[in-house]
């Protein structure tokens, strides 16, 4: 029978299944951050239940962490909330024998970040993790879902997700993309296309030569924001990109393991004439540059569009949205997008926050300067290991040298639960994944976009077509 | 886990689509490291007129005397009537924490976000599905009538209105069964211990390569 690439992956995980039609699965990799985790250890103490594999978990603190100097370690976090919430990860990870990149630890980063990075992410697993994003993982042929604290206490103690099998979701985006065109732009496109609960009940599988030509940087960026189409969990094919990424890595297998895991992961592809309860396709070539211009991720618009007008939506719900939209980020039906001045530039977090967003970004800011309007524009890397391949590569300084600011690894003003954020009213271009109100800062307005693009946004002082640039 | 087995409550509408888990309870609540205490917090930007942050005397807070939980008739709400992908974006349970310790003890709209929904069901708070036909009458029948009032059912799985009008609805077997008997799901999946382990072993013979330890 011809299976999809979930359709194996689910069956491989397969523990038991229940007359009702739920199922055990196995989870392969957890990883767990400070925010969702303390009330789950909580709950297995009170439980008197110990983790059942230790070795499946890997920790870091990213949600909280300052991005400025902080050499002065965990107890000299300002926020005492922030403060504790770190510890507390600490202690728990000490307590139980867990894997923890510490904050000051040279591989610490963003959680979608450094599993990759380290090999602990490898083709063919299930990864969860109390994080929604987790769907980054896919991008390896793993299994990968974001989950809630319950269900990281569930894994913690049965190394187990009770779970109903999803449909099968076909993207196809054949074709070549246009210069200046990444892979934040396709999968934005693809948000607009379908919409936020476009993709629920579904895993959501990315094919196509444009896909395949990308990196598994591009490609973590595609899966990242499955979820913002609705979809747990994002998936693209094992091709020679994604093993020779995975190559090398700290975590990754050597030798005759290698061999035998290479052999199996080759087959993780779905199979020809396999059935997809439905298929989206994209022309590589129709994509243009995107930007989202709302308070959610499918209020996006490529660059050279105009804000559509509330009141000539056919769906009353739509209309409403958008008139709610509108007046959240102050904005009026006709406007064009280039006309759109932004007042601080993010380029992070676990969309865009690795070696390749950086270098992009970097090759077409090097020799200009961040526009006298904007306040304030930030890089922060992935990681401590992005950070310091970008450092080697003198990215830093070109950034420096331009008005950027260059930062600490952590989730940052992607959700602004450290000290980075929009002011009321204010602006951003954000490489990010999520532009829902107050999500960049109380009052703050985001628009999510792609590095090259915001990049640009910060020379020019508004939204320009990144295009023209090459 | 409390149990729900049937509930007669008083409705609030939340009458828009995509409302998201960012704004049920917002990021700088996600610090505390406890499970309750999140129902003051609940819907906090829409809610007060100031910016909320941890800590904060709620009580003294400037109220938005535009946002529907704000209204008087709606003190004792237990159920929320909400629009399409209600719970969409990130996968924080401090979301139903907050909902279930503002009082709400279920939710009917036309569809959810899939990790919203199942974090739900883990915390005692039943999320009917209708279609939006239906949820839309009922909107307009909230509308029309103050002290609006919903009994939902789940061993029945029917929600009636006060006009006697029912609607049946779809519950997974196994969510239904914990929700029904307070049941811990820790607990269930452990009695399969040993199928976990054997599966384990065998999957350690078959791929030694995802059981490499991660040593600092």
């Known amino acids: ?28 990799r957890h990883i767990i951050h400070e925010v969702t985790s303390p009330q789950a250890f909580e709950g297995l103490r009170m439980a008197g239940r110990k ?9 870091t603190p990213d949600h909280n962490v300052p991005t400025t100097e902080r050499s002065a370690g965990v107890d000299a976090i300002v926020d005492p909330v922030s403060r504790l919430q770190v510890q507390t990860l600490d202690e728990n990870c000490d307590e139980f024998g867990i894997l923890e990149f510490k904050m000051n630890d040279q591989r610490q980063g963003i959680v979608h970040v450094i599993s990759p990075e380290q090999g602990a992410t490898l083709p063919g697993m299930t990864i969860v993790c109390g994080d929604s994003h987790t769907s980054t993982h896919g991008a390896f042929a793993a299994l990968a879902q974001g989950i809630g604290t319950s269900e990281v206490e569930h894994v913690l103690a049965t190394q187990c997700l009770i779970q109903r099998k999803m449909k099968n979701m076909l993207i196809r985006i054949d ?16 948000i607009g296309k379908i919409g936020t609960a476009g993709g629920t009940g579904f895993a959501m599988e990315f094919a196509g030569s444009a896909i395949r030509g990308l990196s598994m940087e591009g490609r973590m960026t595609i899966c990242n924001m499955a979820i913002e189409a609705g979809a747990r969990t994002g ?28 052999q199996n992961w080759r087959q993780l592809v779905t ?28 209020m996006v618009l490529p660059i050279d569009a105009e804000l559509p007008d509330p009141a000539m939506q056919t769906d009353p719900v739509v209309t409403e949205g958008y008139k709610r939209a509108m007046e959240y980020m102050d904005f009026k039906p006709g406007m064009k997008i280039t006309d759109i001045k932004v007042d601080r530039v993010f380029i992070g977090s676990c969309t865009n926050s690795r070696i390749e967003d950086l270098r992009a970004a970097a090759t077409l800011i090097k020799g200009k300067q961040v526009s006298n309007s904007v306040k304030q524009a930030l890089v922060v890397p992935g990681s401590g290991l992005v950070k310091q391949q970008a450092e080697k590569e003198g990215l830093d300084q070109i950034f420096v040298d331009a008005g950027f600011e260059w930062r600490n690894p952590g989730c940052s003003m992607c959700l602004a639960m450290n000290a980075d954020k929009l002011g009321d009213g204010e602006h951003s271009a954000s490489t990010s994944n999520r532009n829902f109100e107050g999500r960049q800062g109380h009052g703050g307005r985001t628009h999510l976009v792609g590095p090259e693009m915001a990049a640009a946004a910060a020379i020019e002082g508004h939204f320009v077509d990144v295009r023209t640039w090459y | 886990m409390k149990k729900f087995i049937q509930l007669n409550g008083l ?110 069901f883990k915390n005692g708070i ?31 799985q029917l929600v009636t209105t006060p ?24 607990g269930i999946t452990l009695q399969d211990e040993t199928v976990i382990h054997s599966y384990e072993q065998q999957r350690k013979k078959e791929k030694a390569w995802l059981f490499a330890d991660l040593k600092a």
């Open chain 2, 11 to 120: 409705v609030a509408p939340m009458d828009q689509s995509n409302v998201d888990t960012d704004q049920i309870i917002p990021k700088q609540f996600l610090k505390s490291i406890k499970r309750s205490g999140f129902g003051p917090n609940l819907f906090d930007a829409w809610r007060y007129l100031d910016e909320g942050e941890p800590g904060m005397d709620n009580s003294s807070r400037p109220l938005n005397p535009d946002f529907v939980l704000n209204k008087p008739e709606f003190k004792g709400v237990s159920i929320m009537l909400a629009r399409q992908n209600f719970g969409c974006g990130s996968s924080r349970e401090h979301a139903p924490w907050a909902l279930e310790d503002f009082g709400f003890q279920a939710l009917i709209a036309p569809s959810y976000a899939d990790i919203f929904y199942n974090n739900c």
């Open chain 1, 271 to 298: 199979d020809e004439g396999a059935h997809f309860d439905e298929i989206v396709e994209i022309p590589a070539e129709s994509i243009a540059p995107q930007v989202s211009w709302g308070v959610s991720p499918e």
């Open chain 2, 163 to 186: 006009s006697g009008e029912q609607f049946s609805f779809e519950v997974d077997d196994f969510r239904k069964h914990c929700l029904l008997n307070g049941l811990d799901d820790i």
């Open chain 1, 235 to 262: 998936l693209v094919a094992v091709d020679d990109t994604t093993i020779d990424y995975v190559k090398g890595r700290p975590f990754a297998p050597t030798g005759e393991l290698w061999e035998q895991a290479e």
């Open chain 1, 1 to 28: 029978m011809a299976d999809t690439l979930y359709d194996k992956l689910w069956q491989d995980h397969l523990v038991s299944e229940r007359d009702d039609g739920s199922a055990l699965i196995y989870i392969d």
């Open chain 1, 175 to 190: 074709g070549e993309l246009q210069i200046g065109v990444g892979a934040k732009d396709v999968v934005l496109a693809i």
């Open chain 2, 126 to 156: 039943l999320p009917v599905i209708l279609s939006e036909e239906i949820v839309d009458r009922l909107f307009q029948e909230q509308k029309a009538s103050e002290g609006y009032s919903l009994d939902i059912n789940l061993e029945t």
């Open chain 1, 51 to 59: 983790p059942w594999r230790i070795s499946a978990n890997i920790a």
